[in-house]
């Protein structure tokens, strides 16, 4: 059956469209960049195929595989027989900064910019709880050796529909978080982002939160889905399409996410008048749960590195009880005096001391996923009129 | 009252002593390369005092703070009372490579090579059944925001014993096996290591891993022994001891470790027949209970790199039932023909995408922690007789 692109959803006419079908588009990173909690139509848009036409009333999501109890949940069961958990958590495609990659070598995939990642309030049952429902505790000495596959509606590759699989120990873990959303920022699912669920991942590849959930399995392997063996995967700077067939095999589906910036104002090649006032802002992310320390941002090539201020404190009030977590951290760096023309570096640390690495080039790979390179931004003089 | 170093044990006789008071010492790190899990003699030492003279029989560990239920207990009880677990984990301090940072501009501590680490078989109760017995469940709502200190008998800065802190939800998760080590690779622990009971914290730089332990205690904040507030923090390069003051309280205490390797065989300047065949040899470790999922090695100077194979398999079937979860990951290299003279590079990259640093001076700290640059190792030509 051919794919029929007749009932796409409406989108925001400010996004940059990446892709047109299966529709793939990112917001203006100065945009993603003034509301930490991402407003839903500015939400990058991430799909393989026509997005699902779907009838909740009528739409079952199965849990089957290893579990002593087979279920059917309907969408109101989801709702009502479950408690309902809320959760804030940034989602980032692996793919999020490709098109910098891409440029040094060129690479394939979905040609992303730095806006690929966004951030919102999530709400549903959480996936231990369904899977308790299904009898897993049964199995709790082999959880480690576990995996937990999703699937959604959206036939893609291999005429099945799109899929992936994490740990049971990420599914199970009563701080992990992972939930079956039904809501996102206070409303039913968008269909474009999943309606009427979607898997909410948090700390890992957006590729794992799959949409238009359908199936849920527990297995003793991998999924072995295209979406996990075939894709999403990082391999070393060497490989190139003639051997790739070798590497899909030995090469680790990517899953947390790794630490990540982004300089969001200026963009690049910008004009600033010299000596003038200047703050510069960006985004951090990193994954696991982990925590952004510190941003470094160097106006001088790397020679000497300034530590940026960060907002998850204040973000943790303003947004109440949503704790930041999962979410991605803002900074921003008030410079006295621009010394434009100049070039803007920034990398950040997480909690467990791990940075960016400096030059993409050692960090190329095939797909063009995980660029968490250096973040370096040109800066123009502008003339004073 | 002063130091006191008449008792201290008898230590083999091919360590590398990098302070003789403290005791510091590190075993040659191609020794180190021979045993998946270090013979116990072959260990790194890390000592911030006189080691302790304990009679166990008099020995008690005392469980206070926010806790319901305040406990004293025995080594005996500790033995006795509570299930005793096995785990392999690997202990690294955080000061390992220093000496090669310092090369690059000075920087205080002891000067450890790239043996700083060590892997080991530990067994005692959980940490969580101990806090489990003084009645934490109670307060499991707040154990995102509680701290367990640890403070030993050792008396160190400020007059007090050697102390550090990690979070609740570490010491609580029953998949983070924290354990108050009775043992070390089948014996009693040790006087080096801490008899009669330390610390192990998997994951976590050695330095909380408190040994010749005497207090737990529930805390509303971290630690504030000098050891978490005032040492183990990564500065940002521009930090010097002019200004470092203004820095430790905005910094965080170090706790999970980054991704890190060496090479263990050849040794820097070591000299190679040109042509030859020749098996490159390292670890490489990361933090959180992750895993290794490569390292790179490089002949050219980073133009080019291959891939290492890796042990963590071999070894899982070795060590029979200890999983390799916490433990580091040795690798190897074969080279058909040598290209001496040359530098070898190595790197390693974990299962959260997270790869080392490639330029030390851009990680460079005062207090010379986490160095996880990229390792670099001369080879010279042997010349062929
Ligand atoms: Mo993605
Ligand atoms: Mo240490």
Redesign the interface.
């Known amino acids: 059956m051919a794919a029929n692109y007749n009932q796409e959803p409406k989108r925001a006419a400010n996004l940059t469209v990446n892709e047109i079908r299966p529709f793939n588009a990112e917001p203006p990173v100065s945009v993603l960049r003034e509301h930490f909690v991402t407003p839903t139509d500015q939400f990058y848009i991430r799909n393989h195929a026509p997005v699902p036409v779907i009838d909740s009333r009528n739409h079952l999501v199965s849990v089957t595989g290893l579990i002593p109890l087979e279920l059917n949940l309907t969408v109101n069961q989801l709702e009502n027989d479950f408690p309902q958990v809320t959760i804030m958590a940034t989602l980032m495609c692996a793919g999020n900064r490709r098109t910098e990659m891409s440029m040094f070598k060129k690479v394939r995939g979905v040609p992303w910019g730095n806006a690929a990642l966004s951030n919102a309030i999530w709400r549903g049952p959480k996936l231990r709880d369904i899977l308790l429902a299904a009898g897993v505790d049964k199995l709790e000495p082999m959880w480690?050796s576990l995996h937990v596959e999703f699937e959604g509606v959206d036939i893609c590759k291999e005429n099945k529909g799109y899929g992936s699989s994490i740990p049971m120990?990420k599914a199970m873990?009563p701080?992990g978080d992972t939930v079956l959303a039904l809501q996102m920022n206070g409303h039913v699912l968008p269909r474009d982002h999943g309606y009427p669920v979607r898997v909410v991942v948090p700390g890992y590849i957006g590729a794992r939160s799959v949409k238009w959930l359908k199936h849920i399995r527990v297995l003793r392997h991998e999924s072995n889905n295209y979406f996990q063996v075939k894709d999403y995967k990082?391999f070393?700077?060497?490989v190139d399409w003639d051997i790739v067939d070798n590497w899909w095999d030995k090469?680790?589906p990517?899953?947390?996410?790794?630490?990540q910036a982004a300089i969001c104002q200026p963009g690049d090649g910008e004009a600033i008048t010299p000596g003038s006032k200047y703050t510069i802002k960006g985004y951090a992310l990193t994954?696991?749960g982990?925590r952004i320390?510190?941003v470094?941002v160097s106006l001088n090539g790397?020679k000497?590195?300034?530590?940026a201020r960060l907002f998850s404190d204040l973000h943790n009030q303003k947004t109440g009880s949503h704790?930041t977590k999962w979410s991605w951290e803002f900074w921003e760096m008030p410079v006295m005096s621009m010394p434009s023309p100049c070039t803007i570096f920034c990398r950040a640390?997480d909690?467990?001391?791990?940075?960016?690495?400096?030059?993409l080039r050692?960090?190329w790979n095939l797909r063009g996923v995980?660029n968490?390179s250096w973040v370096k931004v040109k800066v123009l003089a502008k003339s004073k009129v």
């Open positions: 480690d120990s873990d701080r990082i070393p700077p060497h090469s680790p990517i899953q947390e996410l790794s630490v994954g696991g982990r320390t510190r470094d790397g000497t590195w300034e530590v704790n640390w909690d467990s001391s791990n940075t960016m690495p400096e030059d050692h960090i995980m968490n």
